[in-house]
C-alpha cells in the first residue's frame, strides 16, 4: 500500500486520509457492515481482529465500540485485540498483538487474554506476502483463514459472526464448503472499495454453529490442519497408513453479493480533480495516511541507493 | 475439449545423466540437454502443479507439488503421456521431498513442519514434527546423509531457520538473522555448511555444527527463491525475483576461519519477472534455470573458458617485449581487423603488427610513416584485406593469405578530397569490394572505389554529392546500389549504375540520431528487405523498390518497426536459425542479444560504448576486439556448446488479452499476438496439432500494462492499455521467412492524467477499405467514436462524451436496423446503449456490416444520451460478446461478470419507432466460483467458450432460451483471464487460453 500515483488519485485513499484512518481498507469493513450491519449490534462487545496492521479496521472496531457508543460508559466487558505480524502503533482502546496467527502459541495467547469470555466477532484481513506463485499464494491465504478460523472455532459465541479477506483463485470453492460445516450461512462479498481487478472479496460467515460432535481444541503441537481434523471430514478418512490417493473433494459455491451501493465512488475509477463528487475532498494534502513500515528489504534498499547492488558485474 | 500444448511457469529443474528434468505445470518434461531434444512431457498431476523433483539412486523419480505427490521410476516419464495414477493426495502443503539415502524411502515435509515418511508405494512408515513449533513454513528442505541421520531445515514467516533432526524429533539451531519471511535453505552435501536466503535479499552462510552465521551474500535487487550448492560444496548459484542467476565462490582464508561469499558472476537468464529453478551440472559446468516466463534456460557458467582461447589481453609493453623492438614514448594502438589467422593492428607511430592466434605471436609486418598520427583500419575479414587511411587520403591495402602471409600490397593517393577522415569497406560482389571515403568538408564529394579483391586494383571510381546533414555512419551494397547510414536517422542510396550524381534519401526514418548498420535480409515479393538499427534503440525492417526510385522520392515502406529494451543498439543480424540478433552496448557491457526470443547470448565488461571497439565475423562465429584502459583484448563468440534454451517461453508476466489472426492459415497453424501485463505485445505463432509456439517479435511501444489486443481485419491489429495508449499495427505476411509488424499510427491522447486507462475498443470498417469507424472507453467514464482514415492514417474525433463517472469497462459496435449501436458495459453491472447512427459522417452498407461515406462534416460531437440502460450484474461486467446475425433485428448480448455469473440479453429493435426492448433471458449465477473473464462466441455464434479466474473453462449451447452447459475443464493456466477461438477448415474448433502462461485446446462437440 505505498503511495504511488494511483493511490494519490484514488478517491478512498483521500476519504481516508480526511476521515483519519491508517488505510483505505477501512471503507471495505464499512462497506461489508453497511450490507450485513454485524457491527451495529448493540450487544457487541468483545472482538478480535487477526492480520490488523496497519489498523484502519481496529480504528473503525474502536469507534464503533467506544466512540459512537452513546452510552460512552459502557465499556465494561468491552474489548479489541487486534494482531499482526508487523508492529502497530497504538489505538485507543485497542489491544495490539505482535505474532504469527498461524503459531498456534499466538493463538494460546489470544484465548488467555479474553479468559473464560467469548468474542462476539472475529475478523481478518490477512494477506501473505505474494511470491507470484499463485497456488501457493492461494494457499498461504487460505491458511491464513484457518488460523483464524481455528481462533474462531475457539472463542466465538455460538450464532456469532466471522469475516475474513478472500482469494477467488482456484480453490476457493473448497474453502467454501469447509465454511459450510461452521456457519449456517456463508457469502461472499465485494466491497465497492475494493479493485475490481483484484481477486480480492471477503467471506462473511455468518451464525456461527459447530457440527455438535465435534469440540475444538487448541493444542500447540497441532497444525491447523489437524485441528479441524474430524470437523470437516469430506474424505475416507481409514487411511493412516497409506498416502491417500487422489479424490476430488466437495466444492460449493456460495452467494455472491456487491456491496458498498452503486453510489459510493468506484475504485477502478479515474477520478478528474474537478469531478464534484470528489472537489471536497480533492484538496486534503497527500502525507501518507499510515506510519511507514519497517520492510524486511530495508538494508537492502539503503545497499541499492548508495549503488552496491548491481544487476551487472 | 483436450489440452493440446501448456506454456507457463516453470517451477523446477533437475539435471540427471544426460537429461533435464523440468516441472513444468502438472507436467514433467525430459529434454537431452546436450541435443535440446524434448524426449517426452509426461503428466504427473490433475491440478496441481509440480513444484519440486526428487530423482533417488536406484532410478526413482518423485514429484511434488502443492498437495500432491506422485513416484515412479524414471522410464515411467520417459515412456508415457501421463502417470496419473499414481498421484497421491496430502492434507498439508508439501513444501519439500526427498529420497532417503539407500533410495527405498520417501520424505514428505509439510508446511506445517511434519515428516511424512514413506515407502516407494506410499505405504506411510512414520510422522515425525518438532513439538510447539507448527506454525507456516515458506520454505524447506530436507538432508538425508544416511539412512539414520536426516536434517530438516525450515524456514518459518519470521526470520528463523528451524534446523531439527528427522529420527530424533529435535532441535539442532534456531538460525536468527534474516529479516522476513525464508524463502529457501539448502544444507551443502558435506555437512558444513546451510545455505538461506530470505525477504531480506540476502544469502546468509551459516556453519552447520555451531549455528553460527558465517557470511552474509548482499547482490540480488529483489527477492531470492532458490539456492544450490556446487563444484564440491565450493560455489552456490542462486536465483531470484530480479531475473538473474548469481554464481558465489565460498572463499574461506587460509587459517579457516573467516568464510566470504563473494558474487563472482551474474546472468540475466529469464524476463521481467521470477526465476523459480535451478540446477547445476558441475560436470560440465552448466546451469538450467526456469522461470515465470516459461523459458528454460542453460547457462555455460565456463563461457569465457571453456577451451582457454576464448580470450586474450595485450598491453602495449607485452607486445614490445615480444617483438624486441623499441616502442615510442606513448605509442599506442590505434586500430586493427581480426582475421581467422589473428589480427593486424596499427600503432600511432605506424607499426602495423601482426598477431598469430594459432602460434600465438606478435609480429612486426611493416612500417609506413603515412599512417602515424592518423589512421582508420578497416578490411574485409572473409577476403583476408586490411585497409589502412590517412587523413590525406593515402590508403594502403593489404592482401593475406589463408595463414596470415602478406601476399600483396597496394597504394592509392585519391585526389578530391580536401581531408579523409572516414573510410568504410563493404563486399561488392564476387570479385570485388567497395570503398567510401568521406571528408569532414561538407562540400567535397563522397567517393566510392571499386576494388578488385584479389590484385587490389581500382577498378572504377564514382563520385557523388553529399546531401545536407550527412554524415555517413554505416554501409551496404546490395546489387549496383550502395545504401549508407548516417546521423539524422537517414539513409543515403547511391546508385552506380545511374547517371544520378544525387543519392536517394530517406530521412527520419527511426526516432534517434545515429543509424548504426543496415543489411540485407531477404527478397520479399521481388523486392529486399533491409533491417536498420539505430545507436538510440530503433530497429526497422524496411522494403525498398530500388528501381522505381529516384533523387526526387524513394519508395519505400517500413515492414517492422520497434526498439530494443535499454542501452545502445549497434549493429544486428539475422542468424542461421533464422534469429534476429543485436549487439551493442548496456551501460559498461557489450551485449549479444537473441532477439526472437529474448534473451542474452553474451556479456563483456569491455568499459563501454566510447572504447574504440569492432565485432568481426571470423567464419566460426564473431571475435570482440576492444581497447580498454590502454590494453588490447579480443573475446571470440562461438556457438555455445549446449543448446542455450530447451524451451522458449512467452511472456514475464499474465497475458491479459489474445487474438488469433483468424483470416488466413499460417504454417500449419495461425499468427496470434498476446497484449501483456509485462507491458508488450507478441507477435507468435501456433502449429495446430503439436500446439509448438513459435515466437516472432516482442514490440515494446507500450510502456503500461496492456488491456487489450485484437485483429480487426486481415493484417490490422489495435493494442491498448493504461496511460491513454492505443497503437494500431500493420502485419505482413508475405515473407516465407517471417511475419513483420509495424507501428502505423497511434491514438492521439486528450488529457494529462497519466493513468487514465483505455479499457475497450471495436471498430467498424468502410466498404473495400482500411478506413474505420473506432469506438473507445476509457477508466474516467469517457466514450470517444474516431474515424480512422486510411490515406493520412490519421484519427479524427468525433463523438465525445460521458457515461458517468465509473470506469467503462468494454465496447463494441453493433448494427441492425440500419441503426448503428454503441455498447457498452461499466463497472455498475449495467449494459449501456447509445445510438450513434446520426452522429457519424457515414451510413451503414446494405448488409450492415460495413460503412458507406455519406461526406457530412467532419467535427466533434457531444456523446447523445444513451437509449437505455439495464441492469445484469450486481458489479462488473467483465467480459461481453454481441450476436446480431442469428435473429432479425435483434441483438443477443452475452456478458460475464466479477458476481460469478453470466447472462444471455436481447436487444429488439423495434421496426417502427426503432425504439429498443431489452431483456435479460437467461442468468446463470453460479456459472463459476469466480469472476469470469472471458467469453467468446464460436460454431457460428452456437457456443459460447468461457472462462473464469479459478481456472475453470467451460462450454455453452447458446441456440435456446437458456444457456445450456455442455462441458467444463479445469485449466492449469492460473489467473485464467483471455480466451480466442477459431475455427478451421475441417470445423474443429482451437482454443487459445491466456493467463500466467498459455494453452492450446482443441474442442469437438
Ligand atoms: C491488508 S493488511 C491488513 C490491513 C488492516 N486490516 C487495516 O485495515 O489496516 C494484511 C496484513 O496481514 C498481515 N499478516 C500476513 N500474514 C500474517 C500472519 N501469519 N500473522 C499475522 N499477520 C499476518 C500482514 O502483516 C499485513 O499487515
Not at chain 1, 500500500?1 to 476519504?15: C, E, I, P
Not at chain 2, 556446487?230 to 548459484?237: M, S, T, W, Y
Not at chain 2, 592482401?399 to 578530391?416: C, E, H, M, P, T
Not at chain 2, 485449466?971 to 474443429?988: F, K, N, P, R
Amino acid at each position: 500500500m505505498g503511495k504511488s500515483s494511483k493511490d494519490k488519485r484514488d478517491l478512498y485513499y483521500r476519504k481516508a486520509k480526511e476521515q483519519g484512518y491508517r488505510a483505505r481498507s477501512a471503507f471495505k469493513l464499512l462497506q461489508l457492515n453497511e450490507q450485513f450491519h454485524f457491527l451495529d449490534d448493540p450487544n457487541l462487545k468483545r472482538v478480535v481482529d487477526l492480520c490488523a496492521a496497519p489498523g484502519s479496521w481496529s480504528q473503525v472496531l474502536s469507534r464503533k465500540l467506544f466512540t459512537e457508543d452513546p452510552d460512552k460508559e459502557n465499556t465494561k466487558d468491552k474489548k479489541i485485540i487486534a494482531v499482526d505480524l508487523q508492529p502497530m502503533s497504538p489505538i485507543d482502546n485497542v489491544i495490539t498483538l505482535q505474532a504469527d496467527i498461524t503459531h498456534p502459541k499466538t493463538l494460546a495467547k489470544i484465548l488467555e487474554l479474553f479468559g473464560n469470555e467469548k468474542a462476539d466477532f472475529v475478523c481478518s484481513d490477512g494477506a501473505p506476502d505474494v511470491t507470484g506463485l499463485h497456488d501457493l499464494d492461494e494457499y498461504v491465504q487460505q491458511q491464513l483463514i484457518m488460523s483464524a478460523l481455528q481462533l474462531t472455532t475457539c472463542i466465538l459465541k455460538t450464532g456469532g459472526t466471522f469475516i475474513a479477506k478472500i482469494f477467488r483463485g482456484r480453490d476457493i470453492d473448497l474453502l467454501y464448503s469447509q465454511l459450510g460445516f461452521l456457519f449456517k450461512r456463508v457469502i461472499c462479498a465485494k466491497p465497492r472499495s475494493s479493485r475490481g481487478t483484484s481477486l480480492e472479496a471477503f467471506i462473511v460467515c455468518m451464525d456461527y454453529s459447530p457440527p455438535k460432535n465435534w469440540f475444538p481444541e487448541l493444542d500447540v503441537n497441532k497444525s491447523v490442519t489437524e485441528f479441524f481434523e474430524g470437523c470437516m471430514v469430506t474424505k475416507d478418512e481409514s487411511s493412516n497408513d497409506i498416502l491417500p490417493a487422489w479424490v476430488e473433494e466437495d466444492r460449493v459455491i456460495a452467494e455472491f453479493m456487491s456491496c458498498g451501493g452503486l453510489d459510493s465512488y468506484d475504485s477502478d475509477a479515474t477520478y478528474h480533480i474537478d469531478d464534484d463528487l470528489s472537489s471536497n475532498i480533492a484538496k486534503i494534502s497527500l502525507d501518507p495516511v499510515q506510519m511507514p513500515t519497517n520492510p524486511p528489504y530495508k538494508k537492502a534498499l539503503e545497499l541499492k541507493r548508495s549503488g552496491k547492488l548491481t544487476r551487472a558485474i | 475439449m483436450k489440452e493440446i500444448s501448456h506454456h507457463g511457469p516453470g517451477l523446477c529443474v533437475k539435471f540427471y545423466d544426460e537429461f533435464v528434468y523440468a516441472g513444468y505445470g502438472p507436467y514433467i518434461e525430459q529434454y537431452n540437454y546436450k541435443s535440446g531434444e524434448l524426449i517426452n512431457r509426461c503428466r504427473v498431476f490433475r491440478k496441481n502443479k509440480v513444484h519440486g523433483i526428487s530423482i533417488s539412486s536406484n532410478g526413482y523419480i518423485l514429484a511434488y507439488g502443492a498437495r500432491s505427490a506422485a513416484v515412479c521410476s524414471l522410464s515411467d516419464i520417459s515412456d508415457n503421456v501421463s502417470i496419473l495414477q499414481e498421484e497421491r493426495l496430502l492434507a498439508e502443503w508439501i513444501t519439500c521431498g526427498e529420497f532417503s539415502a539407500d533410495g527405498n524411502k520417501v520424505f514428505l515435509l509439510t508446511c506445517y513442519n511434519k515428516v511424512i515418511i514413506s515407502d516407494i508405494i506410499g505405504t506411510i512408515i512414520g510422522v515425525k514434527t518438532i513439538k510447539g513449533e507448527r506454525s507456516i513454513l515458506y520454505s524447506g528442505s530436507i538432508k538425508p546423509f544416511s539412512d539414520e541421520l536426516v536434517y530438516i531445515s525450515a524456514g518459518t514467516v519470521m526470520g528463523g531457520v528451524l534446523v531439527w533432526n528427522l529420527y530424533e524429533e529435535s532441535i539442532v539451531h534456531n538460525l536468527k538473522g534474516h529479516e522476513g519471511s525464508i524463502f529457501y535453505s539448502t544444507i551443502s552435501d558435506n555437512g558444513k555448511y546451510l545455505a538461506s536466503c530470505s525477504d531480506d535479499r540476502s544469502i546468509r552462510l551459516w556453519d552447520l555444527k555451531t549455528g553460527a552465521e558465517l557470511t552474509i551474500g548482499w547482490g540480488h535487487t529483489a527477492r531470492i527463491w532458490n539456492l544450490k550448492f556446487f563444484q564440491d560444496d565450493r560455489k552456490i548459484i542462486s536465483v531470484s525475483e530480479d531475473c538473474t542467476c548469481r554464481v558465489w565462490d565460498i572463499i574461506v582464508d587460509e587459517d579457516g576461519k573467516s568464510v566470504l561469499l563473494q558474487q563472482s558472476n551474474i546472468y540475466e537468464v529469464h524476463q521481467i519477472k521470477n526465476v523459480w529453478g535451478v540446477d547445476v551440472n558441475s560436470d560440465h559446468m552448466i546451469a538450467v534455470t526456469s522461470g515465470n516466463d516459461g523459458r528454460l534456460k542453460i547457462t555455460d557458467l565456463i563461457q569465457t573458458s571453456r577451451t582457454g582461447k576464448e580470450t586474450g589481453s595485450f598491453s602495449i609493453q607485452k607486445i614490445q617485449d615480444e617483438l624486441d623492438i623499441p616502442f615510442e614514448k606513448g605509442e599506442i594502438i590505434k586500430g586493427f581487423q581480426w582475421f581467422s589467422f589473428g589480427l593486424i593492428a596499427v600503432t600511432s607511430f605506424g607499426k602495423i603488427l601482426k598477431y598469430g592466434d594459432v602460434n600465438k605471436k606478435w609480429t612486426l609486418e611493416l612500417e609506413d610513416k603515412r599512417f602515424s598520427s592518423f589512421v582508420i583500419v578497416s578490411g574485409i575479414s572473409s577476403k583476408n584485406i586490411a585497409i589502412f587511411m590517412n587523413n590525406k587520403a593515402d590508403i594502403l591495402l593489404l592482401r593475406f593469405d589463408a595463414v596470415g602471409n602478406l601476399q600483396l600490397s597496394s597504394d592509392y593517393n585519391i585526389k578530391g578530397l580536401k581531408k579523409s577522415t572516414n573510410c568504410l569497406v563493404s563486399i561488392f560482389d564476387r570479385k570485388s569490394i567497395i570503398l567510401l571515403l568521406e571528408s569532414p568538408n561538407p562540400r567535397d564529394r563522397l567517393i566510392f572505389l571499386k576494388i578488385d579483391n584479389y590484385n587490389l586494383d581500382i577498378l572504377q571510381e564514382f563520385r557523388f554529392n553529399r546531401p545536407d546533414n550527412f554524415v555517413t555512419t554505416c554501409m551496404e551494397a546490395f546489387e549496383d546500389y550502395i545504401l549508407l547510414g548516417s546521423r539524422f536517422s537517414t539513409i543515403g542510396i547511391f546508385n552506380l549504375k545511374g547517371s544520378d550524381v544525387d543519392p536517394y534519401l530517406i530521412r527520419k526514418l527511426t526516432p534517434g540520431d545515429t543509424i548504426t548498420s543496415v543489411s540485407f535480409v531477404e527478397i520479399e515479393k521481388k523486392l529486399p528487405i533491409f533491417s536498420v538499427t539505430n545507436r538510440d534503440g530503433y530497429f526497422n525492417f524496411i522494403t525498398i523498390d530500388l528501381k522505381r526510385s529516384s533523387c526526387k522520392r524513394v519508395h519505400f515502406s517500413v515492414l517492422h518497426s520497434n526498439k530494443v529494451s535499454k542501452g545502445f543498439l549497434e549493429g544486428a543480424y539475422i542468424d542461421d536459425k533464422n534469429q534476429y540478433i543485436t549487439y551493442g552496448f548496456k551501460s559498461s557491457l557489450f551485449y549479444m542479444y537473441n532477439e526472437t526470443n529474448c534473451y542474452e547470448i553474451m556479456s563483456e565488461p569491455c568499459g563501454g560504448a566510447h572504447r574504440q571497439w569492432n565485432l568481426f565475423p571470423d567464419g566460426r562465429g564473431f571475435v570482440l576486439v576492444y581497447i580498454k584502459a590502454s590494453d588490447l583484448h579480443y573475446r571470440k563468440i562461438r556457438e555455445p556448446r549446449f543448446p542455450a534454451v530447451l524451451k522458449n517461453g512467452l511472456h514475464g508476466r499474465e497475458i491479459r488479452d489474445i487474438s488469433i489472426l483468424k483470416s488466413q492459415p499460417y504454417k500449419n497453424g495461425y499468427l496470434f499476438c498476446t497484449a501483456s501485463e509485462d507491458t508488450t505485445v507478441r507477435l507468435s505463432h501456433f502449429d495446430q496439432d503439436t500446439g509448438d509456439i513459435t515466437n516472432y517479435w516482442l514490440q515494446r511501444k507500450h510502456v503500461s500494462g496492456l488491456q487489450r489486443c485484437k485483429f480487426i481485419n486481415h493484417h490490422l491489429m489495435i493494442s491498448c492499455s493504461a496511460r491513454e495508449e492505443l497503437f494500431l499495427w500493420d502485419i505482413d505476411q508475405d515473407s516465407s521467412s517471417r511475419p513483420y509488424i509495424s507501428t502505423r499510427a497511434t491514438l492521439p491522447t486528450s488529457s494529462d492524467i497519466p493513468d487514465l486507462r483505455i479499457m475497450d475498443f471495436d471498430v467498424k470498417f468502410l466498404l473495400n477499405s482500411d478506413s474505420f469507424l473506432l469506438a473507445t472507453v476509457y477508466s474516467d467514464s469517457v466514450i470517444k467514436v474516431w474515424s480512422f482514415d486510411e490515406a493520412t492514417n490519421k484519427f479524427a474525433l468525433l463523438i465525445e462524451g460521458r457515461y458517468e463517472t465509473c470506469c467503462l469497462l468494454n465496447v463494441k459496435l453493433e448494427s441492425v436496423a440500419k441503426q448503428l449501436y454503441l455498447i457498452t458495459t461499466p463497472t455498475d453491472g449495467h449494459v449501456v446503449v447509445y445510438n450513434i447512427t446520426d452522429y457519424i459522417p457515414y451510413e451503414l452498407a446494405d448488409n450492415f456490416q460495413f460503412l458507406l461515406e455519406n461526406f457530412n462534416e467532419c467535427k466533434t460531437l457531444p456523446l447523445p444520451n444513451y437509449i437505455t440502460k439495464f441492469l445484469v450484474h450486481q458489479s462488473g461486467i467483465k467480459t461481453f460478446c454481441t450476436d446480431s446475425e442469428s435473429l432479425p433485428r435483434t441483438i443477443k448480448i452475452f456478458t460475464g461478470g466479477d458476481d460469478n455469473a453470466i447472462a444471455m440479453n436481447i436487444l429488439k429493435v423495434d421496426a417502427d419507432s426503432l425504439g429498443i426492448i431489452s431483456s435479460s433471458s437467461s442468468f446463470i449465477e453460479d456459472a463459476a466460483s469466480s469472476t469470469i473473464t472471458s467469453i467468446s462466441l464460436f460454431d457460428k455464434n452456437r457456443k459460447l467458450m468461457m472462462t473464469s479466474v479459478d481456472q475453470l473453462v467451460k462450454v455453452w449451447d447458446v441456440t435456446g432460451d437458456d444457456l445450456v452447459p455442455i462441458d467444463k475443464r479445469y485449466t492449469t493456466i492460473a489467473d485464467t483471464g483471455s480466451l480466442d477461438v477459431v475455427t478451421l477448415e475441417d470445423s474443429s474448433t482451437l482454443s487459445l487460453i491466456g493467463g500466467v502462461g498459455i494453452s492450446l485446446w482443441k474442442l469437438a462437440f
